[in-house]
């Protein structure tokens, strides 16, 4: 079969797949209107099971989207996200045949003469690519992630989909209206597949975090990376949940370390990581015992306005001191408008949950009685019931990432049963802040990493 039938088989077959999509979302669309239309409940498994399987066969962004959908909490009821959250691992790999087609199409004719050993078989398969075990000829070892074919025509006819069923929630559940969240989520997938601009993450985070020895960052290697294909040295590492039964301290250690890869880019630079599945870390040892984590994903970086930073600080600051206008302050700085003190309240029952462990100076498990899986969905669902009677609002974008990486990094504390005094970990975090420090170290780390110029 030649490359140009091959080519067109792929674009049947792709054309085929969204076709199929398109009909098994419009089709769960369907039946959780109607069930809305009756009066039926349509918050019922049937229905999530259904969407999951209408997605579930689908290699590619789809996945990506339904997994951000699923951790941000009430988005969906928690048994639709309980079904999305069941498609991270179901990406199936590409073949020998396929990546080295793939690896030609970036590297050239004789791109294995660039490698030393190169695995075609990947270590590890996600949604939007793969990632590959390889070493240099000086024998350096790599992790080369490569991405699916066709994926910018594939997010845009997925993103679509999210679209629709958006659409849909609007309709039927106008208390939090989606149009930011879907917003937000369509430019993050899309910057995702932008391989450049994830090398750019790189060397930001190794700025930022060169002198926090506990977390760890992999060295780019620009001669093997392409807008498709990014080359980073290997981190060598464990799983996270390999290190559940280690000692009070070590399982301490690996969380102290998580809570300063996402706190302190945050609380120095504005920028946080915004993906918390597990696999995107691993643990390094020292002597056999564990010392701190390997950050590994870099595509889901979100930089945000240093006076959103300043907003965060001060709702922090406002709710530990009783300090109501200072809270006010704070909502505003993020966007909120029409704000009346009901609607505070309301919001404040999930800043109170957010922040509760970073108000008590004590060392504290995250929360007690809770599955990581379950973690916010009870305060979710009381803000939800809450503004069906002092609604509607409108989420600002920012908070689809800034709550996704809180609750995926809250999941983590709880696998290892952390104990620590988060309130200590954050004072540390944010002494001597101001927003134009923000501003001025932000600017230097994006300057220094390429992602925007002095001009």
């Not at 088989?9 to 076709?19: E, L, P, T, W």
């Not at 398109?22 to 209107?33: L, T």
């Not at 294995?112 to 070892?141: I, K, M, N, Y």
Request: aromatic share 8%; net charge neutral; glycine share 8%.
């Amino acid at each position: 079969m030649s490359d140009r039938d091959a080519e067109a088989n792929r674009f049947s077959a792709r054309a085929a797949r969204y076709a199929r999509v398109g009909a098994s979302v419009g089709g769960v669309a369907a039946r959780m209107a109607g069930a809305r239309l009756f009066n039926v409940d349509n918050r019922n498994l049937s229905n999530a099971e259904a969407l999951a399987k209408a997605l579930g066969g689908l290699k590619g962004p789809i996945m990506k989207v339904a997994q951000l959908v699923a951790t941000i909490p009430d988005v969906v009821p928690p048994e639709y996200a309980a079904e999305l959250q069941k498609l991270q691992s179901q990406a199936p790999p590409m073949g020998a045949a396929f990546v080295k087609r793939r690896m030609m199409a970036e590297l050239g004719a004789n791109w294995r003469e660039r490698f030393a050993e190169f695995d075609l078989r990947p270590a590890a398969a996600a949604s939007l690519g793969q990632v590959h075990r390889a070493t240099t000829p000086d024998g350096v070892g790599l992790a080369c992630k490569l991405q699916y074919p066709d994926m910018e025509s594939a997010v845009e006819a997925d993103i679509s989909q999210l679209d629709i069923l958006f659409a849909l929630h609007r309709r039927m559940d106008p208390v939090i209206d989606t149009t930011e969240i879907a917003k937000e989520i369509g430019a993050r997938v899309r910057e995702e597949l932008d391989y450049v601009r994830e090398g750019r993450h790189i060397a930001l985070y190794q700025g930022i975090l060169k002198d926090t020895s506990e977390v760890r960052v992999p060295a780019l290697e620009a001669s093997l990376s392409t807008k498709r294909l990014l080359t980073m040295h290997w981190l060598e590492g464990d799983r996270i949940l390999d290190h559940k039964q280690d000692s009070q301290a070590a399982r301490d250690r690996i969380s102290t370390a998580m809570f300063k890869a996402w706190w302190r880019p945050f609380s120095h630079h504005g920028v946080i990581h915004g993906d918390p599945h597990l696999g995107n870390y691993t643990v390094f040892s020292e002597d056999g015992e564990a010392q701190g984590i390997n950050l590994l994903d870099y595509g889901c970086i979100r930089i945000f306005p240093p006076s959103f930073v300043g907003g965060v600080v001060d709702l922090y600051r406002g709710i530990l001191e009783g300090d109501d206008a200072r809270v006010v302050h704070a909502y505003e700085t993020w966007g909120f408008k029409g704000l009346t003190k009901d609607l505070v309240d309301t919001l404040n029952i999930w800043a109170k949950f957010i922040y509760g462990p970073l108000l008590e100076d004590r060392v504290r498990r995250i929360a007690e009685d809770v599955s990581p899986a379950e973690y916010g969905r009870k305060q979710a669902f009381q803000v939800h019931q809450a503004l069906k009677t002092k609604g509607p609002v409108t989420v600002p974008r920012e908070f689809v990432f800034m709550d996704r990486a809180a609750i995926g990094l809250g999941g983590v504390f709880l696998h290892l049963d952390a104990e620590l005094n988060f309130h200590r970990l954050f004072e540390a975090e944010i002494d001597g802040f101001s927003v134009e420090r923000v501003a001025e170290r932000q600017t230097r780390a994006l300057v220094a990493a390429g992602l925007i110029s002095r001009d």
